[in-house]
Antibody, heavy 117, light 107 residues
Framework: DVQLVESGGGLVQPGGSLRLSCAASGFTFSGFWMSWVRQAPGKGLEWVANIKQDGSDKYYVDSVKGRFTISRDNVQSSLYLQMNSLRVEDTAVYYC??????????WGQGTLVTVSS | SFELTQPPSVSMSPGQTARITCSGDALPKQYAYWYQQKPGQAPVLVIYKDSERPSGIPERISGSTSGTTVTLTISGVQAEDEADYYCQSSDNSGTYNFGGGTKLTVL
């Protein structure tokens, strides 16, 4: 079975940094685009970033460009999101998800990031 | 970027048919996907490529498309269908987007 397990969330002050991780198992990780999707408390879903199978292509939502970096380690079957210059509005549950076709059939359980002073 | 517009809420009595719409100029050119999300849980894909149903999703959940609008239809609504539903699509620049979500209440 496909499993995606996020970690690394927590409380951070505005302007701070945090690195999220996603451990993948149950499928050939190197064969799929991977994504981060977030959901602010009580709000809707927001796509954050995608990364190609070999890491050569990356795409970001405008609001995180220049601050967030998506990366992956295909040997470790892991996905990462480095988040710098964090803002209060980045507070959300961050989901790791496997992209297939144009949508996401597999999601992790999410990790909560809270940006607050 | 592109926008997808959904009604904020839909209310139905058990056994009725619920229809949730999603409108956007990109939809005639790109596939739409639908997700069901219950409180405290990760989203679940219920429709992909406008009208295809993943394994394990009941047949009473279906998707359709017409022009700039895609529709999620839930026939014979049950209490377990009460959830938030999101449409999603992408464009050719690698950008993905979700609709604002529709809260389905089963009365």
């Amino acid at each position: 079975d496909v499993q995606l397990v996020e970690s690394g969330g927590g409380l951070v002050q505005p302007g701070g940094s945090l690195r999220l991780s996603c451990a993948a198992s149950g499928f050939t990780f190197s064969g799929f685009w991977m994504s981060w999707v977030r959901q602010a408390p009580g709000k809707g879903l927001e796509w954050v970033a995608n990364i190609k199978q070999d890491g050569s292509d990356k795409y970001y939502v405008d609001s995180v460009k220049g601050r967030f970096t998506i990366s992956r380690d295909n040997v470790q079957s892991s996905l990462y999101l480095q988040m710098n210059s964090l803002r209060v509005e980045d507070t959300a549950v961050y989901y790791c998800a496997r992209l297939h076709g144009g949508g996401w059939a597999h999601w992790g359980q999410g990790t909560l990031v809270t940006v607050s002073s | 970027s592109f926008e997808l517009t959904q009604p904020p809420s839909v209310s139905m009595s058990p056994g009725q048919t619920a229809r949730i719409t999603c409108s956007g100029d990109a939809l005639p050119k790109q596939y739409a996907y639908w997700y069901q999300q219950k409180p405290g849980q990760a989203p679940v894909l219920v429709i992909y490529k406008d009208s295809e149903r993943p394994s394990g999703i009941p047949e009473r959940i279906s998707g359709s498309t017409s022009g700039t609008t895609v529709t999620l239809t839930i026939s014979g609504v049950q209490a377990e269908d009460e959830a938030d539903y999101y449409c999603q699509s992408s464009d050719n620049s690698g950008t993905y987007n979700f609709g604002g979500g529709t809260k389905l209440t089963v009365l």
